[in-house]
C-alpha cells in the first residue's frame, strides 16, 4: 500500500496520457458530475459532494477540497467499452449483389481508455458485464478488445451515497478484484490518497507518480472510513432467492402499483451499469450505393422493444417494469450466474417519479417469505 | 458477425401472402450445413435483418427458407428475383430431436406457417426411415387457400410410410377436408403415446392446447417439443431482445423441450 | 345385438358405464350405413338419433345466402355425432352431410330420452358424457374463432 500527495494525482493522470491513453474521469458539467475526458486532476469535481434520493439529485459544495467527495453520477463506465452506438458494419452495393465489409479500425472500438475513478459497484458492474459480452458462445469482439486494452484506477468509497446499496449486494464499498490501481481519498489526517496496486501493469504506471510506503495507522484510518460507509449506507437489497420469489410472484398485485407509477421513461436503463439491451440501426446514404448497420442502446421499457406479429409481448408498463426487475434480479443469475445489481442507486436516483428497485423487492419478498413461512409451518 | 451474400435461385409464391426462397452461396462454401430447427438472419441490404427458419432438406446444396410477407424486411424480400442477393448469418439456435426420436414414433404437428419450420426433420427422418416407428403429419391452417407446400404434400399422402391429415379452420365453398382446429387431429393419428416424440410449431395458443392433447394421452412431458418465437435483433444472445423469462429464444431455443417452458407459457406478456 | 354390446363397451364415450346401463342402451341401438353425399339429417329435422361414428366422414354444415354450404367441422372415426336429441326443444341445427361413405352405430334419442325420465341415475350417467363431449367441442370451436393463424394488421 503507498500514499501519494494530491499533487501526484495530476502525475499519475500525466503518466497516464503520455502511455497513450484517453483519460476518463468525473467532471462537473453544468449541475451534474458526469464522466468525460480530463486533462487534468484539477478537472475532477474538486471540492464536490452531491446529494441523491428518489427522483433527486444535487451537487453541493463542501469543505474539504477532495477529488472523489461525491457518488456516482448519471453516467456508468459502460459507454466506455460498450458503446452508446456503434457501427457493425458497411456494405457497398454491387449490381444485384452488396459487399459487407467490418470496420475493424473503427476508432470507437480501439480506444485505449484510462477510467479514474471507478467505484466499487461500478468495478462489479464492468466484470457483470465481462460475463454477458465475453461469457458467451458468441463474444463482442469490440467490448473485449476495449476492455482489454483498459486502465482502471478504482477509488474506494469513504461515503455512504444517498440511494446506493453495495453492501447487503457485497459488491463494495472496497474495490476488491478488477482494478489496476486503487484509491482511498483521506481528509481527516490531512488531505493524501492511499494506493493499492492490483495489477503489474497498475505497478508500472504507479512507478512514474512521487509516491511512499503507507504507515499502518493511515491504512487503520482508510479502513475504518470504508466500514463506516458500509454501516451507514441506507438501503438494502437481500440477493438470496431472488429467482424464487420473483419468479413466483408474476401476478403479484404489487406489479399494478409500480406499472401506474412507470412512465416507460428507459431513464433507468440508461443509468443502469449493466443493462446491456441493443437494437440495430439499417441505413443508406441518399444514392443508396452505401449502406451502414449501427448497433444503439435499446431499453426494454420501449413499447417495440417485443414487438412481434403485429404487437408487442409487453404491452403494458406494468408488464415491462415486472421484466426488467425480474432480469435484472432473478433471469440474469440463470442467464450469468450473478445478479445483475450492483447497488449503484442510478436507477433510484434518475427515476423521475423516484420508483426504488430496492423497495418494490422488498415488497415481494416480503409476500413470498410469508407464503413459504407459512408453508412450512404446517 | 457480418452477413455472407447469398443469391436467390428461385422463388415460388405458396400463397397469396407466403413465398418460398432457394439460395446458394455467391463464393465460398458448397453446401449450408445447419440442424433441422436452426434458422438464420437474413439481411436485405440497406432494409433490415429479420430471423427465419430453415425449411429445406438438410442433405440438399440449396438453402431454402419459406416466410411470410409481412413487415418491412420481408415486404422488401418479396419483391427480389432471381439473381438478387441476400445476406445470411447463422445458422443459429437449437435444433429438433431426430436422434432422440430413433426407435420411436413421431407426431409432427404444424398451425399455419408452423410447416417449414419442422420440414427439415421430416426430410431426416424419411431419410433414415427404418430408424423411426410410426411418423404422422398434422397440419392445420386457416383456410384451403393457405396451404403451403401442396405439391410436396400430395407426395407424402401418397406414401404408405407416412400419415398426414390437414385440416382447416374455416372451409371454403366445395372443400371436403377436414374442418376443426388441429387438436381435433391427435386422436387420429394412433400413435403409441409412451413411445412417442412430438414436435409441434405454430401460434403459441395452439401449441399450448396441443401440448395439453398430448399430456392428456400420456404422453410425457419431455417427449414433447416446441419452436418459440419472439423479437431478434442480434439472433446470437447478445441483444436481449428474444428473453422469454430467462430464456434466450435465439440460443436457448428456438425449439425447446416443453418442461423448459411449461411455466413461463402460463404467464400473460412475460 | 351381441357385437353391437362389445363394440359400445369399447368406445371411449361409453367407458366405465354399468353392464346393466349398457345392456339398456344397447337396447336403443342399430347398425348404420351412409352413402357418400348423402344427408344424416338436416337443419329443423326433429332430433331423435345420435351416431357413434365407426367409419368415414361427415361434415357440419350450414347454408348462408351470401357464403353458400359453409362447413363449420368435419367429425369421423371414433366421433359423436348430434346431441340435439339430449336438448329441448330437440331440432337439429347443422345439416350433416357424408363426405366418405360412413358406417356408424345409431341410438334411439327418443327411446333413450324416456329412459333416462324413468332412471335418473342412469341419467346422470349420460349427461356426465356429454356435458364432457360439449365442453371439449366449445374448447375446440372457441380455438377456431381465434382465428390464430390469422395476421394482426
Known sequence: MYRIEPDALNELIQVLQKEQYAVIGPTLRGEAIVLDTISSASELPVGKTDEQAPAHYRVEDKAEKTFFGASVGPHSWKRYFFPPTLKMFSARKDGESFEVTEDIDNPESTKRYALLGVRACDLSAIQVQDKVFGGGAYRDPAYLRLRQQAFIVAVNCTRAGGTCFCSSLRTGPRARVGFDLALTEVVDQGHFLLVEVGTDKGEAVLSGVQRQPAKDEEVEGAEHAIRAAAQLTGRSLEPDQTREILYSNAEHPRWEVVGKRCLSCANCTMVCPTCFCTTVEDVTDLTGSNAERVRKWDSCFTLDFSYIHGGSVRASSRARYRHWITHKLASWVDQFGTTGCVGCGRCITWCPVGIDITEEFRVIRETYLMNTRGKSST | ?270 | METLERILAQHQFFKDLSPEYLTLVTGCASNVRFEQDQYIFRVGDEANQFYLIREGRIALQLFSPDRGQITVETLGEGDILGWSWLIPPYFYVFDAKILDVTRAIALDGKCLRRKCEEDHTFGYELLKRFSSLLEHRLETTRLQLLDLYGVRS
Open chain 2, 1 to 270: 458477425m457480418i452477413p455472407c451474400p447469398f443469391v436467390i435461385k428461385r422463388v415460388r409464391w405458396e400463397t397469396e401472402d407466403t413465398f418460398t426462397v432457394e439460395l446458394t452461396p455467391r463464393e465460398g462454401r458448397s453446401k449450408f450445413d445447419f440442424l433441422p430447427g436452426q434458422f438464420n438472419m437474413i439481411y436485405l441490404y440497406g432494409v433490415g435483418e429479420v430471423p427465419i427458419s430453415i425449411c429445406g432438406d438438410p442433405s440438399d446444396s440449396v438453402l431454402v427458407h419459406t416466410t411470410r410477407a409481412v413487415g418491412t424486411v420481408t415486404k422488401a424480400m418479396a419483391k427480389l428475383g432471381r439473381g438478387d442477393s441476400v445476406g445470411i448469418r447463422g445458422p443459429f439456435g437449437t435444433s429438433w430431436p431426430v436422434a432422440e426420436a430413433r426407435g420411436k414414433d413421431v407426431v409432427f404437428v404444424a398451425g399455419g406457417i408452423g410447416l417449414p419450420p419442422l420440414r427439415p426433420a421430416l426430410y431426416e427422418i424419411l431419410a433414415h426411415r427404418e430408424n423411426y416407428g410410426k411418423v404422422v403429419l398434422l397440419y392445420g391452417t386457416r383456410t384451403p387457400s393457405d396451404i403451403v407446400f401442396k405439391d410436396e404434400l400430395e407426395q407424402w399422402r401418397a406414401r404408405f410410410d407416412l400419415e398426414v391429415f390437414i385440416t382447416v379452420d374455416r372451409a371454403t365453398e366445395g372443400w371436403r377436408g377436414n374442418v376443426g382446429v388441429v387438436t381435433t387431429l391427435i386422436h387420429k393419428a394412433g400413435f403409441d403415446a409412451h413411445n412417442t416424440i412430438a414436435m409441434i410449431v405454430g401460434p403459441e395458443v395452439m401449441m399450448r392446447f396441443t401440448t395439453i392433447e398430448f399430456l392428456k394421452r400420456g404422453v410425457s412431458p419431455d417427449s414433447i417439443y416446441l419452436s418459440m418465437e419472439r423479437n431478434m435483433k442480434c439472433g446470437i444472445g447478445l441483444c436481449g431482445h428474444c428473453q422469454f423469462g430467462p430464456l434466450f429464444i435465439c440460443k436457448d431455443g428456438p425449439v425447446f423441450r416443453y418442461p423448459q417452458l411449461k411455466d413461463l407459457l402460463v404467464k400473460w406478456e412475460i
